[in-house]
């Protein structure tokens, strides 16, 4: 057991995979509580083992919800979170009262290149070829650093350890919505290789003729997304693995001008079990994500918009009898050229930075996790010290959790020199003299786990209370007569989230989660809330299998309360604001599975049953058209034969 547990340490998520596979199974894993997870602790641990609360999703929860990206996932099997449109229908993420420059999305734990007002591009995280998600809500800075205030959300790849295998698939529904995909791995002696290719299009989608409504159609879209990763392991003890990946996506803003966006992404990583204790990984990873306008008639292509990370980490890992010491560091370059900036002009940064973390085991019972971590970040002339603590106490059925997270953002390169005309409406501008964001994070958490007969169940609830300074956002100059980017008061974040998974032998599922998020902002701040007090997502499914036949019949739903918003009537004058109220919404989801000789899938979903629309859409409501109706087909083309 001491040699698996360090090579997972050593080679992360694959072989995480392996180790659960591996592990003993009883009555309680029906419910995922025996999977192994990496992104809270950065070493492997079950996930009823975990100091921190962990959010699985799982990759029979993928296909049960039958999503072609990240965001069509989350926001059937997340309460708590929202994806709304910004300008220009670019999508921003609320989770919890946190943006997206404060919730970290991670691909196999490394960072995305590229932003487009705060948010990464989520189109690009595509479910080909994902095994699993692990979501970690609350501060995670001391693992992972900046921008991991309000949450991690990590997508982990699936390794395959068969000697060949094939599949082909694809979906079509309304609005001549295509989703074309191949994955295909081969294993052979000391060398292992994945291929993942998806193809995406849909035509625009056209929503309201009212005129109060700001979002009218929604624009077509063509994407694609090749992926490869392979391992070579030319000694049991080392372990190389190597990945590359291009994205493209082209965006009909117009009929003579379209939105272009490439991605160029590769990594190199190397694990070596120096002794059966011991282990130490070495890893390089490079994100380039640009942005380009596309004239139809003159056929120009020009790129205004670059973004180049290039990261370089190292980790080392001792198991000291039950207790497990984690050091690292990280350096980061970050370079950036943007049409924001004054004369389309180009910056660039260096991020240090060294952490440690402690996992001991005090007792059969008891453990606790300590963790340090210090940054400094050039161009800011920015350093940070963040900590935490987090201890356990559990028995075979009920978990008792306490955690404190300290959390920090360094002001990004486009916030500090930012010099950009907004439609000739007014002018934003950067500010070089930013401070970091900071936040302390406390949560209780309780757990209980247990079957009766043939029942398996388990309840998860979550409090918490986030203190965030200098939040970084903008607001009027008068000296400048624009805006500009500041630090403003200091806000509050309180909640409670809660869950409940169940399980029959007999094939029934039901999983219910609740989320209530409040924020505290000071009157006069150039920022209000308009986060959803109350959201809930559930799920009720049954599998039932034969020999060469099976199914799966699988009823998701949402639900957003509604929300009082003050907005500001003038961006010059934070004192005059107007009490705004959005609708909630509820959208529920049918999707039905059939699986044919194990090697045929054939899918059938109902998006929207109810037929929901929006009286008038806006940013924050669903951008739905009504019910949407999908088919799909599957083949794993080597199980035919």
């Not at 921003?92 to 919730?103: A, K, M, R, Y």
């Not at 490079?286 to 380009?292: A, E």
């Amino acid at each position: 057991m001491k040699r698996i547990t360090i090579i997972c340490m050593a080679v992360g998520a694959t072989c995480a995979d392996m180790f659960a596979q591996n592990t003993d199974t009883d009555s309680i894993k029906t419910l995922d509580l025996d999977q192994v997870v990496v992104t809270a602790t950065r070493t492997p641990k079950t996930l009823k083992s975990v100091p921190v609360v962990t959010r699985l999703i799982t990759e029979a929860d993928i296909k049960k919800v039958d999503a072609t990206n990240v965001q069509d996932l989350l926001v059937q099997e997340l309460p708590g979170l929202e994806f709304t449109y910004s300008m220009n229908q670019q999508t921003s993420i609320n989770l919890s009262g946190f943006g997206g420059n404060s919730v970290l999305f991670l691909v196999d734990g490394e960072r995305l290149a590229g932003e487009t007002l705060d948010n990464v591009d989520y189109s690009r995280l595509n479910l080909d070829n994902v095994g699993r998600i692990e979501i970690v809500k609350g501060a995670a800075s001391t693992l992972y650093g900046s921008n991991a205030i309000g949450g991690v959300v990590n997508i982990i790849s699936r390794s395959s350890s068969e000697p060949f295998t094939l599949n082909l698939n694809t979906r079509y529904g309304r609005h001549n919505e295509w989703r074309h995909g191949l994955n295909t791995s081969f294993c052979a002696g000391k060398w292992t290789n994945n291929i993942s290719v998806q193809r995406t299009s849909v035509d625009r989608i056209k929503l309201s003729d009212n005129p109060e409504s700001s979002i009218k159609n929604v624009y077509s879209n063509n994407t694609w997304n090749v992926k490869e990763k392979f391992v070579f392991a030319p000694i049991p003890a080392l372990r190389l693995t190597g990945r590359a990946g291009f994205f493209f996506r082209e965006r009909e803003s117009s009929e003579t001008s379209h939105d272009r966006y490439r991605d160029y992404s590769a990594g190199l990583k190397g694990a070596w079990n120096i002794t059966d204790l011991s282990s130490v990984e070495l890893s390089y990873s490079f994100d380039q994500y640009d942005k380009s306008d596309y004239n139809t008639v003159s056929h120009n292509d020009i790129r205004d918009y670059s973004n180049v990370q290039n990261i370089t980490r190292m980790i080392f890992n001792q198991k000291i009898e039950n207790h497990t010491l984690t050091i690292g560091g990280d350096y980061l370059r970050d370079y950036l050229m943007t049409y924001q900036f004054a004369d389309g002009g180009e910056r660039s940064q260096h991020n240090i930075d060294v952490f440690g973390q402690f996992d001991w085991q005090a007792a059969e019972h008891c453990s606790l996790l300590t963790g340090i971590r210090y940054d400094y970040f050039s161009e800011a002339d920015a350093n940070s010290v963040t900590g935490k603590v987090a201890a356990m106490y559990n028995t075979p059925h009920c978990s008792l959790r306490m955690n404190y997270a300290g959390g920090f953002r360094a002001p990004t390169l486009k916030e500090m020199y930012m010099e950009f005309d907004m439609a000739s409406i007014f002018m934003i501008y950067g500010n070089d003299k930013l401070k970091p964001e900071k936040s302390n994070n406390f949560s209780v958490s309780v757990e209980h786990a247990s079957n009766i007969k043939h029942l398996h169940h388990n309840f998860v609830a979550t409090g918490y209370y986030n203190f965030v300074s200098n939040r970084i956002t903008t607001a009027w100059n008068q000296e400048l007569n624009g805006m500009k980017y500041i630090n403003m008061s200091a806000i509050k974040v309180i909640g409670v989230d809660a869950a409940y998974t169940a399980k029959t032998d007999a094939g029934f599922g039901l999983k219910l989660s609740y989320a209530f998020v409040h924020e505290i902002i000071k009157k006069g701040e150039p920022e209000t809330s308009n986060t959803r007090p109350h959201t809930a997502t559930a799920r009720i499914d049954y599998d039932k299998r034969w020999r060469n036949y099976g199914f799966n019949i699988a009823l998701s739903g949402r639900y957003l309360s509604p929300v009082d918003v003050e907005e500001y009537n003038s961006t010059q004058d934070n004192s005059e604001t107007t009490r705004v109220s959005y609708d909630g919404y509820s959208i529920w989801k049918l999707t039905l599975t059939q699986r044919i000789w194990k090697a045929i899938s054939l899918s059938f979903a109902a998006d929207n049953i109810f037929n929901y629309k929006p009286k008038v859409y806006y940013n924050n409501s669903p951008s739905t058209s009504g019910l949407v109706c999908q088919v799909g087909l599957s083949v794993d083309v080597d199980k035919l034969f």
